[in-house]
Nanobody
Framework: QVQLVESGGGLVQAGGSLRLSCAAS????????MGWFRQAPGKEREFVAA????????YYADSVKGRFTISRDNAKNTVYLQMNSLKPEDTAVYYC??????????????????????WGQGTQVSVSS
């Protein structure tokens, strides 16, 4: 069993920044890729970013590329999402998730939510205009 706990959400003005954290426990965190997803009201959950189990490769949705940065600290069992230049359309509940595949090839990534086994409870990010 894996437990994921997100933190760091909040209300921010457009152009501002937030840093989300996701603390993991319960299994060998460092051997699994991690992802961030978001879900806005009335919309489907969408992929935001992913990071390989080594931390050496990262992947982003086009909508956040250049503004968001995913990183991980395997010593702390934590993955982060630094969000800069926030826009009102970034408003959503943000979820971190653990890949279902151990040691996934770092040159590929899981973009579908169905490829992730464990999810956090989500943290609300609201961006005002």
């Amino acid at each position: 069993q894996v437990q994921l706990v997100e933190s760091g959400g909040g209300l921010v003005q457009a152009g501002g920044s937030l840093r989300l954290s996701c603390a993991a426990s319960g299994r060998t965190f460092s051997s699994y890729a991690m992802g961030w997803f978001r879900q806005a009201p009335g919309k489907e959950r969408e992929f935001v970013a992913a990071i390989s189990w080594t931390g050496g490769r990262t992947y982003y949705a086009d909508s956040v590329k250049g503004r968001f940065t995913i990183s991980r600290d395997n010593a702390k069992n934590t993955v982060y999402l630094q969000m800069n230049s926030l826009k009102p359309e970034d408003t959503a509940v943000y979820y971190c998730a653990a890949d279902s595949t151990q040691y996934r090839d770092s040159y590929s990534y899981a973009q579908s939510q169905y490829e992730y086994s464990y999810w956090g409870q989500g943290t609300q990010v609201s961006v005002s205009s």
